[in-house]
């Protein structure tokens, strides 16, 4: 079963993860995918991987069940590790890479409810800080702010240029969503939002292409999607809006590059493109039926007692 | 003893109350639950226990180990609970010997048989599930004994031919068969009756094999965990063993126990690294359905409580604990795991991967394209099927499908926001943004997005013209009499504060008429799929038809109203931006609906702008009529003052630092680039820098997402920002060795300091390169590229000679 898939850069390739313990990277040429490389590492089902910025190099994280996250590096045309972190307790759920003008920086979030942030000190060695009990019960979701909040440049329209901060956004099974922020090297959490009323699923962040705010898409085991917006540039005041509520559990949130489209994926197999219409509105704009998902047919995977 | 609170019904006990107890209790071996399903005996290297299990804890019964000294016979590996006679006990010492111990002996030592025959650690222990007497034993010294408890020694001894026995286990549906596992990664299969040889022995896993178990319904199905992380399910019943299921789980594997009542479930626990407990339905072989993760060590012993009650499980651990666990709160990695995976292509496509339901294969259920209702829609790329589990037909329920959805094409359906990003890069390449004068710029590229159904970006372009150009330039000779017309007619008047009004009180007028335009939205849809530049310029005169007398009407009321002197024109037109800075957010449908306006009423347009723009509840088309009626406010507004009479740009600035802004706000951030590099100067200064810095580095990470570079390093000479110039000048020194004498060139340029000759010399026809040279790193030899290229072409050696195999890439 495929966990995650994620496009790179440029959306020549496709990395996919699964519970069979394998990545595999899929060439996007022509409209066909080729396999191009199955990376085999992990001891238990990947649950993501994340590609890193074109210029550090093909650069692949995953994050698996057997509590690790694997740095995979292309050279030459072959995948090699380039660093394993083992520090969580239990299952790693998440990795995101931080924006390229951070270096290479990536967070985890883990099951045992902490959030690790490691970041390559160009020796080739990682340095990890942990953020311990990020959320209680276990993060399911990380997910960085672009390098250059834009509301701190409008908003600041003299002020010398500040080194932008590094922020990310993390959704736990305690319904939280929380932002975190660096200050002297430290990992402090700048805010807390609630509105989920049961474990969020998947968080992230909207690239800032041109766009004037912050904004942070959510979704959660209960159903609900949250556009979070935030004007102000200190970060302080997000504001939830309720952009649908789905009848089944909504598994993830995708941003298109420019940010303005979110693809909202469910339990129900389907995949929906919102867009927000002139009056902040979010509109359903697509709507694409798998029709081969168990919809039509019983429920098979009910869990048994 | 104590009680967890947040799963109070899982039982917990910890042994000893004080600490000296406690270290003494040390390691437990193993454990299992009494017949009557209300003890437990719990048996380790310094403990031999039974409890009684209660509602809320776990009460010691008996103390096996009884008297001061501790003799070796009792530091456990196994125990095992006789499931006739209530009060038989057998534990295998790690001295190799085998103790059978009574309980309703009255005595304090309960101990009744020893039979010390094993030479090493007995591992295992077994009774007959029928049997009364008969008790299996396995140890590391590689055999098996039989042993008649009405006798005082074995009755047969097995010999696995091989190393340490870790485990056996009576068949529970042949009489006399059982299983035996060993550390060389060999399952034997013995018949109780023939002690020379096994009937069947075949490898199972790479590694020991430390526990195997019998599916207590399914006749032959064997379980065995091994080293290697792996558990497997075997058919025994045929003639070869045959492989059923294959559970890969993340440490290796110390027991397997299948759950009772549950056909594909077992149990394991693991020997290190991981604590949990984990039970798997087989089917699933990577993620576990349950896992019970209490234990802070690692668990050594785990047991069903009741042959039929899949719903409590006891289980001890080298963390001195023991706990019975209540299936419910057992956390479901299964469930947890996710099943989809979606992402955005920087293309636009979107990949997305699904649960595949068991009935996939059915070749009837297709993927349907997306729901035609909504502006786009996806076809499907190449279906990939993608098997993630090892496919057995039994595990249909976990494979995934893989696909990539493709934005459709807009031939079907002539919608100019199809394929954003293929006209993103039409755009990219074929604007043209300097080198021309600036009125020439705009038409090209008015007429570019024009060819890509980009109506409003084109729209943009042809203002700007005018309110820059001063129009004379125009080639669209439509424009220019709409426009001149209006503007003369207004430029007397001034677009005062009772035209403002008007279009306030018409607001009421625009609510009655918001049916109408919707319908004409769709009307000129069809009709601007013909629509030509002619139109096009039209629509930005916008002036034609029903809309343009109603205009008329209306300003001529102005005129008449309108008492306001010529000269108050410039606050006015102030007071105009306010409009034309809220105006824009209308804009945003235009995309969508493409150039309406022409053939609909201008003024119901225009309220609607406002009204969209205020109250923001218009959405859909028909805030497309909006966008244009807004769009044409902003060209009235400018184009007044422009004809009527001459105005500084300054005044209209505003307006297009509003667009600009809008087309950032919207994502849009190459139409934003794009016209601030062709404005320059007119409009850079207006837009704080750090802005412009953002919109800049905006549009270069997406053209360096679509490898445009060209575009990117033609953006960044063009751009007026210095900080996005500067970008131009990084990393772009080269060091360069000289070719004859390989040393580094100093800053001088192309002559060598030590062998004083011209550094730049073609290898191939020996002259001075001058425009594009090309070197090989490794030699240093280089020339004029085409020369290179010819001659790398026939040969891969350096042209110099010196025998280096060039590599140009």
Redesign the interface.
Known sequence: ???????D???TR?A?C????SV?I?D?KN???ILAADLRGH???V??VAWAHPMFGNVLASCS???KVIIWKEEGGTWDRLYEYDGHD??VNSVSWASHEFGLLLACGSSDGSISVLSCLGDGTWEPHKISNAHTIGCNAVSWAPA?I?GT??D???GP?STPVKRFVSGGCDNLIKIWREEDGQWAEEKKMEAHSDWV?DVAWAP?????SGTIASCSQDGRVFIWTCDDPAGGSWTPKLLHKFGDVV???????????L?????D?K?S?WKE?????W????????????S??PD??R??? | MSLLTSHARIVRHEFGTSLEELSRSGHRGTLTSHRDYLDVVVAGRNILKVFAIEEEAFVEKVNLRVGRRTSVNYSCSDVAWHQLDDNLLATAATNGAVVTWNLSRSSRNKQELLFAEHKRTVNKVCFHQAELHTLLSGSQDGSMKCFDLRRKDSVCTFNGQSESVRDVQFSPRDYFAFAASFENGNVQLWDLRRSDRCERMFTAHNGPVFSCDWHPEDRGWLATGGRD?MVKVWDMASARPRELFCV????SVARVKWRPE?RY?LATCSMMVDHTINVW?VRR???P?AAF?EHRDVTTGIAWRLPHD??LLLSGAKDCTLFQHI??DAK????R????????????????????????NDPA???????RR?????IR??P?P?D???TQQHSG??????????RCDAKEKLNPLENESESFVELAQRYCLAGRPFAELCDHNARIAMELCRHQVAQTWLILKLLYAGGDASPSPALLPNGGIFCGKDGSSGLGGDGMSERGKSEGHGDGGLEEPNEETEGSDVENLTASVGLYAAAAGLYSGNGEEERLELLDQDTTTSDFPEFSLPPEAFALRHEIVDGP?????LQTNGPDGPGSGDEDGTDEGMR??C??????ST?GLGITAAESVSLISVSQPLFGQTLPPEVFAPAVIAML?F???????QS?VSTLIVLGEKASGGV?T??Q???Y??YL??LQ???LWDVATQVIRLSTCAAISALNHDSTSLNLNCSSCRRALGAKGWLCDRCRRCASVCAVCHHAVKGLFVWCQGCSHGGHLKHMHDWLSASPHCPTGCGHLCEYT
């Not at chain 1, 598994?251 to 489209?261: A, E, L």
């Not at chain 1, 509109?283 to 168990?294: A, R, Y």
Request: charged residues 20%; contains cysteine.
């Open positions: 079963m495929i966990h995650d898939a994620q496009m850069y440029y959306g496709l996919t699964s519970s069979d313990r595999k899929f996007i409209g066909s995918q001891e238990g089902p649950w993501q069940y057997d509590r239990s299952s250059v834009p440049l409008m600041a329209p003299s240029k699923r800032s292409i041109g766009l004037p598994w993830h949130v995708s941003w298109s590059i420019t940010g303005n489209i693809a909202v994926s469910g339990g197999n995949v493109l219409s002139t009056d902040g509105q509109k359903c704009v697509s709507d694409v039926n798998k029709g081969q998902g168990i039509s047919g098979e995977t869990p048994e007692q | 992380k890969q789980t993340i440490a549950r479930h339905d072989p990577f993620i359905f993760e899949p719903h299936f419910k479901r990695p299964a469930d795991a996710n099943p989809e995976a979606l992402c955005f292509g920087p293309r636009g496509d979107v990949a997305f991967a699904a649960k595949e339901g068991l009935s996939a259920r297709r993927a349907l394209p997306g729901d909504n502006p786009f829609f996806f790329k190449a990939e993608y993630a589990s090892l329920s976990v494979c995934s499908v893989l696909n990539v959805f493709q957010a209308g804009l945003e449908h969209s723009a109250q923001g509840k218009v959405g859909g805030a802004e087309y950032a706000e919207r994502g849009d951030v934003t704080d750090l802005v810095e953002h919109w580095l905006s990470e997406l997402r679509f490898r």
